[in-house]
Structures are given as C-alpha cells and as structure tokens.
C-alpha cells in the first residue's frame, strides 16, 4: 500500500458530504458564552483577559476610526486560532491547511480595507502607489511596482499560513513515521527521534497561535493605511 503524506489535508467526507463545514463550526461551540452573573468561572475569566489584552494591542495603533473594526478581527483571529489547535489533535482535520478558505478569508478582508481607503481618503489611498520623492522617470515603474504589491497581499495572507501550517504538519508525520519504522530496529535512535517529535510538536502550538495572530495583525495594518 502506497502512504501519501498529503492525504492528511484532503477534506474527509461522509456518505458523500464534505466535513469541512463541521470542522469550521467546531470551534464557536468550544467558546463559552457571557454569564449572567457578577463573577464567573476561571477559564471565562482567562478567556476574557486574552480576548480583551490581544484587542488592546491590535488596535492601540489605529485611530478610533479603525476601532469598529474590533469585534471583526477578534472575532476572526480566535477563529483561526481555535482552527489552527484543533487541527494539531490526533485523527482531526486542518481546514486552514485549504488554501482556498485562507484565500477565501483574505481577499474579502484585504478589498474591504482597501475599498475603505478609496472612499474615505482616495488622494491618500492612491498616494500610497508613489513615494514621495520619488524622481520623475522612475514614476511610471514604480506605479506597476506598488500597484503589483497591493494585489500581492491578499496571496501573501494566504499563501502564508497555508505554507506554515502545511510545512509543519508534513515534518511532524514524517518525524513520527521514521520514529514508528526505527522503533523495533534501533530503540535508543527512535527515542530520541520521540523527543524531537516532543518538541517540534510544542514549536508547532506556538506556529499555530502565531500565524492566526500575523494573519490578522497584517489585516489591522492594511486597515490603518486606508483609515
């Protein structure tokens, strides 16, 4: 039988019907919601001090325009962050290793910034494709150049938690399947390759909150040119 180490990122299916939707709406049932009562439990405690610390030093750079945008974006990197954790148990699914939700993520969030910046400041949003400064005849190529680059950022968004993610997925299947195959032939090499497992798997935890929280900290700075 012939393993492909990609297999672990195709969308499971039952009876037909794609799982990736229910993987998606796992996380929001994990979230406990606001109690009624004047003191809560410690984990809706601790749930509320990282949503609120993490919402202070996202938007602390952008104006109270940028503000309303809070709820979105807090809401969207515990999203992903809650995707990228479940996705490191045992025999689950990564939706965020797709690259068409990630793409399906960035590209709505990025035109919605820039249409932001062409309506409330076009002169400002469109200054943004020429330095200042910049001499005469290096103003058309330097135009194509920026004017590439903004179109860029909604691929880089993607293209980089779907790399990060994959990358980090695939080292830890292969690391486990050289620990399971020198097992029985040399038992002190798979215990140490077990330990490197150990710890590549707590460097990928750290990948998995980091990259939700760039993914959205490139959203905030895209949203603080145009507001």
Known sequence: MTLSFFDQFMSPTFMGLPLIGLAMALPWILFTSPAPRWLTNRFLTLQNWFIGRFTQQLFQ?????????????????MFLFSLNMLGLLPYTFTPTTQLSLNMGLAVPF?????????????????????PEGTPTPLIPVLIIIETISLFI????????????????????QLIATAAFVLL??????AILTAILLFLLTLLEVAVAMIQ????VLLLSLYLQENV
């Open 61 to 77: 750079p952008l104006n109270p325009e940028g503000h309303k945008w809070a709820l979105l974006f807090t809401s969207l990197m």
């Open 110 to 130: 990025w035109l919605a910034t820039v249409l932001i910046g062409m309506r409330n400041q076009p002169t400002v949003a469109l200054g943004h494709l020429l």
């Open 153 to 172: 950022r909604p691929i880089a968004l993607g293209v980089r938690l779907t790399a990060n993610l994959t990358a980090g997925h695939l080292l830890i």
């Open 184 to 189: 029985p032939l040399m038992p002190s090499v």
């Open 212 to 215: 939700a929280y760039v993914f």
